[in-house]
């Protein structure tokens, strides 16, 4: 299983879900993992920051990160990554972190259509 969320819920995972990362610049404070290749880049941040317009960052995202990437890859990459995760013994679960609420308008909700798309079964922590 494959989860999303958000920073501000990270104290409150389940020990077995292991947080990475998926956005360009992590909070100081986190020193989890990390998987940039599904981060948004910098001048699509910067454009939805003085827009707010969700096609146009949908359809970017889309053509200049999730195009570019295989889903059985990209799940094959954070496998791997938990795999080295020290003291995993049991089912280790992900959920794929960044900052917007739950219910608010983010990159890892268009990551989690394209990766259940794709087979992989991912959803919201809901905590």
Known sequence: MIYTSYFAMLR???SNIIPISICAKVPQWY????YKKL?????LLMHWKQNYDE???IKHFQSEVLDKLQPREVVL???TMIGNFK??????QIVLMCYEKSEDFCHRHLVAKWLNNSGYKTIELKI
């Open 31 to 34: 020193s989890g993992l990390q």
């Open 39 to 43: 981060a948004p880049n910098y001048n």
């Open 55 to 57: 096609n146009y960052y």
């Open 77 to 79: 990459d954070l496998l």
């Open 87 to 92: 003291g995993i013994d049991y089912d280790p």
């Open 12 to 14: 409150k995972l389940p």
